[in-house]
């Protein structure tokens, strides 16, 4: 068994981890992703890892298919279980925590800071989160919640509109953790049946293969599977807008890539990510950008 050397917190559970991820979210460049969380993908040959505290909580995901033992310290209890595919283990912050596995990983980190998830709760969903947030679930199966945290992963895997992916499956993924193991009114457990992680997934996949032209909610409802008014109520509940600003956002993603082969006219970058006009496109694109696409494309 390790035992720390010092008392100091290591500043993230990635520090220490024994491999480097192949895949993680500080790649990307938008500041608003990070703020909600940062996510890595590891896989690691039989090995363990030092008991320490950290101040952040982390959410591991297991995605090998097949079952492995793994010993798990916590505090003072030492925990020996196997760990099967999908399977959801939390560390929350300020526990001290160990681990050894004795088969190749295969794992998602999620990484959540306290005071930022908080806010994110109280601020977004009008949630207060107990003293206890996350401390009495050391490990459950949730496939809603695996879902959107592999969504989450491939979103960084996407070579187009990652950054506005990333985002919203980020706040589906916490509003997902939070409706579920926050402190909220019974009520609002039928939000996780009513829009699930394959919902929105369903959404977002209409919205990549149709930006190009007239995207009416109805239409995004329909995908759904929900009336108008209650898709655009848990949609914006769920991703922070409305379903026609997530519909622009991501239109601006895909004119920020093309932007920058010099080759497109502006007038045909308008019409391909279906703004009515060059002037639409102008207004909308630095609503988001905070320039015009001319001013972004001169400094690219």
Known sequence: MFKAESHKMPSRYQDVYPESPLIKSSDLNKPSAMELLSLEFFEAEPGEMPHEV????????????????????????????VYHKNEIVVT???????????????????TLEPDKLEKFAQRELGILLGEKQLKDIPIFVDEDITEAATMLMNALKSEVGSDVMFESFARVFLTKLIHKYGAEPESDFDFNKSFTSRHYKRVLDYVKKNFGHEIPIDHLATEAGLSNAHFSRLFKQTIGSTPHQFVMSYRVERAKELLM???????DIAIRCGFSDQAHFSRVFKQFIGQTPKAFRQQQ
Do not use: C, T
């Not at 004795?102 to 794992?107: D, F, N, R």
């Not at 082969?261 to 007038?267: Q, R, S, T, V, W």
């Open 92 to 110: 929350p912050a300020g526990i001290r925590s160990g681990w050894r596995w004795h088969a190749k990983s295969k794992v998602i980190v999620i």
């Open 261 to 267: 082969e010099l080759d497109y006219p502006m007038i």
């Open 54 to 81: 950290f101040e952040q909580h982390h959410i591991l995901i297991n995605l090998k298919e097949e079952p492995h033992r793994v010993e798990n310290w916590r505090d003072k209890e030492h925990r020996e279980f």
